[in-house]
């Protein structure tokens, strides 16, 4: 099993930078991907970045890249996500994932923390 815990989400004004960070513990060695993820009220959960845990390579949705950046720490077995020129449709609830048994950074994952809002105000 591996527990994923997120933090950093808040308020930020539009044009502005957040840090969120994702710690996962349990089985970590087992992990393939880490990837993180949103949903905004009334739509369907997004895709957003991923980054392979044994080479660092990142993959990215196109909204975001060129804004957002994800990046690990492999001795803390945390992942971070640097999200910059944020607009107000970046709010959401963000989403930290992780694939053990899947090397395909679409999906599926097989465990998720519980999120943090970051809400951008215009």
């Known amino acids: 099993q591996v527990q994923l815990v997120e933090s950093g989400g808040g308020l930020v004004q539009a044009g502005g930078s957040l840090r969120i960070s994702c710690a996962a513990s349990?089985?970590?060695?087992?992990?393939?991907?880490l990837g993180w993820f949103r949903q905004a009220p009334g739509k369907e959960r997004e895709f957003l970045a991923a980054?392979?845990?044994?080479?660092?390579?990142?993959y990215y949705t196109d909204s975001v890249e060129g804004r957002f950046t994800i990046s690990r720490d492999s001795a803390k077995n945390t992942v971070y996500l640097q999200m910059n020129s944020l607009k107000p449709e970046d709010t959401a609830v963000y989403y930290c994932?992780?694939?053990?048994?899947?090397?395909?950074?679409?999906?599926?994952?097989?465990?998720w923390g519980q999120g943090t809002q970051v809400t951008v105000s215009s």
């Open positions: 349990g089985r970590t060695f087992s992990i393939v991907l």
């Open positions: 980054i392979r845990r044994s080479t660092g390579s990142t």
């Open positions: 994932a992780a694939a053990r048994t899947n090397s395909d950074y679409r999906g599926p994952y097989d465990s």
